[in-house]
Structure formats: structure tokens, C-alpha cells
């Protein structure tokens, strides 16, 4: 081996080192397109999730507040009944009272015959 081949063996390597490092940098834009790729699907799919999991936190607030009316319309109906119950408590022990006081009223007079 001469000195012209020497040169022209050093010439090939370096030309083959170019070719590598072109091809490794191709490699890696490629690679890097392909992980781009990937954190664009999974961004969207956090957002999907994220919409999703807003929807259903409005519908279940919307579902609360319509149960929470509807314990307070329970609770007033309650009270209501609970009203009405001790008014009709009320009637009878006045009428019981009444008819009591009559009663007796009769036996005095009676007594007094």
C-alpha cells in the first residue's frame, strides 16, 4: 500500500463516516417524527378524557341538584303531614275535651234532679 492509497482509503472512510452520520440523523428525525406522532395522540387523548370527564361532572351536578329539590320538596310535604297530623291531634282532644265536659255536665244536672 502506497501513500495514494492510503489517501484514498482514508477518503473512502470518511465519505462512509458521512454516509453514516446522514443516515443516523435521518434515523433519528424519522424516530423523533414518530415520537412526536405518539405525544400528539396521547395529548389527545387526555383531552378527550378531560372533556369527557367534565361532561359527567356537569350532568351528575345537574343530577344533585335535582335530588336535593326533590328532598326539599319531601321535607315540606313531611312537615305538612307532620302539621296536619298534630292539628288533627289538636280537634280530637278539643272535641274528647268537649265531650267530656258534657258529659259531666249531664251528671251534674242529673245529680242535682
Not at 60 to 69: G, H
Request: without cysteine.
Amino acid at each position: 500500500m502506497n501513500g495514494e492509497d492510503f489517501k484514498r482509503l482514508e477518503q473512502i472512510v470518511g465519505n462512509f463516516k458521512e454516509e453514516v452520520k446522514a443516515e443516523f440523523r435521518h434515523q433519528i428525525g424519522i424516530q423523533s417524527e414518530h415520537v412526536q406522532h405518539k405525544l400528539d395522540i396521547v395529548v389527545e387523548g387526555h383531552e378527550a378524557l378531560r372533556n369527557e370527564i367534565r361532561d359527567t361532572r356537569e350532568e351528575l351536578s345537574e343530577k344533585i341538584k335535582f335530588v336535593d329539590f326533590k328532598v326539599e320538596v319531601l321535607n315540606k310535604k313531611i312537615d305538612g303531614v307532620r302539621m296536619n297530623s298534630i292539628k288533627r291531634l289538636i280537634v280530637f282532644r278539643i272535641i274528647s275535651i268537649r265531650r267530656l265536659m258534657a258529659f259531666r255536665i249531664i251528671l251534674i244536672r242529673r245529680l242535682m234532679v
